[in-house]
């Protein structure tokens, strides 16, 4: 069992920037690999990215390459998603996941754990 919490969330004006952690307990973080989702109200929750147990395969969703970086520190059992450039279609609230299974895994289906969300706002 993993639980995830995320911390990091909050309004800020467009162009900003935000840091999100995942902070993890429950088994060490090196076992599985983690994600990053959004849901916008009314929408499906959306992949923002992913990182591999190692940290070394990488994936994004191409609407946040380039202005998003994920990474983990696995020593801390914490996951990071760095958000540069932030627009007001960011606005969602933001969701860690965990899986045991390796994998680009972009469907939420396809995660195990989830943290209870985080809420982002970028206003214009």
């Known amino acids: 069992q993993v639980q995830l919490v995320e911390s990091g969330g909050g309004l800020v004006q467009a162009g900003g920037s935000l840091r999100l952690s995942c902070a993890a307990s429950?088994?060490?973080?090196?076992?599985?690999?983690m994600g990053w989702f959004r849901q916008a109200p009314g929408k499906e929750r959306e992949f923002v990215a992913r990182i591999s147990r190692s940290g070394v395969n990488i994936y994004y969703a191409d609407s946040v390459k380039g202005r998003f970086t994920i990474s983990r520190d696995n020593a801390k059992n914490t996951g990071y998603l760095q958000m540069n450039s932030l627009e007001p279609e960011d606005t969602a609230v933001y969701y860690c996941?965990?899986?045991?299974?390796?994998?680009?895994?972009?469907?939420?289906?396809?995660?195990?754990?989830w943290g209870q969300g985080t809420q982002v706002t970028v206003s214009s």
């Open positions: 429950g088994r060490p973080s090196g076992n599985y690999a």
């Open positions: 996941a965990a899986r045991s299974l390796s994998g680009i895994a972009t469907d939420p289906r396809e995660y195990d754990y």
